[in-house]
């Protein structure tokens, strides 16, 4: 055994010496602003890569995730834009910055060793887009970046030589060229040998030659955002790409025509988002789409019911209708003929009783409800009627007992409510007459009158994701609860008066205790929560050891020797996996 709170205290200190805010500081010479930053040496360079702990990326800046596909919001960055030239020393020793997304949009040239340096990036993201020409040399420098996103936006033209480069890049990694607003074929053509995710919205028209080259793409994401308009060729020759996932939300508006061409394309997912009208002949085309797809139509912010009854007769996995405000009786009934896995309607704000009852007839397995923000009863009871097996009603954040007690009755395995943030113990105990598997609830506070109310849940599992502080009390009540899924992934600290009290009512749970996001505790809380052994949390080099809430004295944190060999084997397991 060995002590461990000496050297995480002294760590502890360190990282918060290092923290940006006030009174934070910088390399030597260095404005605490870094896009302040006009030159860099390599040991400055080299400082920053290690100390910087990361600023909130520009509002406004998206990050595309390899892995799900999605755009999402960048949270941590080093951003250095006033830089307008690097060497390759400096742009190696910059690579060792990893807690976030190097940015480096400042630089308009890179040679090639520079370039190598900088591909040595430790960061997820580097944006270079900037840089407005590019060289074989250099771009081939660039595609030994490992990371998931690569992102030259700032390019206006691209050569077929370079384009090979730059398809030379290995692993799924994105590849934004969202700056070129020409293509010709043969630069397209070496393009498509890439097999990562591909960006290329500022393409605004495609000839049927450079499409057809397009379409040879061999990675499985394919962005053409740009796109305003679209012809029946075009899009015919485009339908063949063979990835899974074709975005052309730029588009306003498309004929019958360049519809039914679309239609042919057999991916996973097809995004026709830019949409704002439809009409019938257009709508029966893309429900012709075939293969087992996702069909995204979040543009649309009204939908007639004969529009609804021929895009209902789509048969794909999943209909994306966000754009939709709001919704008649009769759209809403066309629209429950949908006999996919997911209709999503998460733009509705209001929902009236009679409108809830005809989408309760929804023959999809999963209904989105996200946007609606109040319920009332009898709305509600309409809804619970829903036979599928998912009611996802995440955006409602208060819910009173009568309301409560008519989604109770909704028969299928999950119902989610997610934005509600508290409850009180009688709709808490109306709640509890859920009978299916799993019930979710966004609850950041519980009292322990609340928790008695869900201690008496009929449904198999009760989810609690947004818990972030415990009371003794309510501790002990989940702690006892054979519903409760054990599972706190927003408890980040136990630094109450009574966290060691509640640290042992935890560990006294007979099944799954998880607090995989946990920072900030004490040593006797430390303690007493590894009392119960299969309890899962960090690893306790990474955990901030406080003094004791209470005020008692504190003391160094022993690691039990079982409890040492398990870290170790982690430690193994995460250097493997990386």
């Known amino acids: ?42 040991e400055q360079a080299r400082k920053l890569a290690r100390e910087f702990p990361g ?108 384009a090979k480069s730059l398809a030379d890049c290995g692993g799924h990694k994105h590849l934004g060229l969202n700056g070129l607003t020409t293509l010709d074929t043969e630069t397209a053509q070496a393009l498509a040998e890439f097999s990562g995710d591909l960006s290329l919205d500022g393409l605004t028209t495609l000839d049927a030659y450079t499409a057809k080259a397009v379409a040879e793409f061999k990675g499985d994401y394919l962005t053409l955002d740009g796109l305003t308009t679209l012809d029946a060729e075009t899009a015919t020759l485009l339908a063949d790409f063979k990835g899974g996932w074709l975005h052309l939300s730029g588009l306003r508006k498309v004929d019958a025509a360049t519809v039914k061409a679309l239609a042919e394309f057999k991916g996973t997912y097809l995004s026709l988002d830019g949409l704002t009208a439809l009409d019938a002949d257009a709508a029966k ?73 005809a989408l309760a007839e929804s023959k999809s397995g999963y209904l989105w409800l996200d946007g609606l923000r109040t319920l009332d009863a009898d709305t509600a009871k309409a809804l619970a009627e829903f ?30 409510l997610n934005g509600l943030r508290t409850v009180d113990a009688a709709t808490a105990k109306a709640l509890a007459e859920f009978k299916g598997h799993r019930l979710y609830l966004g609850l950041t506070t519980l009292d322990t009158e609340t928790a008695q109310a869900l201690a008496e849940f009929k449904c198999d599992f009760l989810t609690l994701p947004g818990l972030t502080a415990l009371d003794t009390e309510t501790a002990k009540v989940l702690a006892a609860s054979k519903q409760w899924d054990g599972v706190l992934p927003s ?88």
């Not at 890179?110 to 590019?134: F, I, M, Q, V, Y």
């Open 1 to 42: 055994m060995k002590p461990a709170r000496s050297l995480l205290f002294l760590v502890a200190l360190l990282v918060a010496g290092l923290c940006l805010g006030p009174t934070h500081t910088l390399a030597d010479d260095l404005p605490e602003d870094t896009n302040q930053v006009e030159s860099l040496t390599p």
């Open 55 to 162: 600023v909130m990326m520009p509002h406004g800046h998206r990050v595309h995730d390899s892995h799900t596909r999605r755009t999402v919001t960048s949270k941590r960055c080093l951003p250095l834009n006033g830089l307008r030239s690097i060497d390759a020393t400096t742009a190696k020793a910059l690579a060792g910055y990893g807690k976030g997304s190097l940015v480096l949009n400042g630089l308009s040239t890179l040679d090639a060793k520079a370039a190598k340096g900088l591909a040595g990036c430790e960061s997820g993201e580097l944006c270079l887009d900037g840089l407005k020409t590019l060289d074989p040399k250099t771009a081939k420098a660039l595609a030994e970046f490992k990371g998931y996103s690569l992102t030259l936006n700032g390019l206006r033209t691209l050569d077929p030589d370079t």
């Open 285 to 357: 085309a893309l429900a012709d789409c075939r293969g087992d797809k996702h069909l995204g139509l979040n543009g649309l912010t009204a939908l007639d019911a004969e529009t609804a009854k021929a895009l209902a007769e789509f048969s794909g996995y999943s209909l994306y209708l966000n754009g939709l405000r709001m919704l008649d009786a009769d759209t809403a009934k066309a629209l429950a003929g949908f006999k996919g896995l997911g209709l999503h309607l998460l733009g509705l704000r209001t929902l009236d009783a009679a409108t809830a009852k």
């Open 387 to 416: 036979k599928g097996d998912s009611l996802t009603l995440d955006g409602l954040t208060t819910l009173d007992a009568d309301t409560a007690k008519a989604l109770a009755e909704f028969k299928g395995p999950k119902l989610r």
């Open 491 to 578: 408890l980040t600290a136990l630094d109450s008066l009574d966290s060691v009290v509640v640290a042992q009512a935890l560990a006294t749970r007979k099944g799954v205790l998880v607090l995989h996001n946990l920072k900030r505790i004490s040593p006797k809380t430390l303690t007493a929560l590894i009392e119960k052994r299969d309890v899962k949390i960090p690893l306790i080099e990474t955990l901030e050891l406080i003094p004791e809430p209470d005020g008692s004295p504190t003391v160094d944190f022993v690691i039990p020797e079982w409890l040492e060999k398990r870290e170790k084997k982690r430690r193994r397991a995460g250097q493997a996996a990386e």
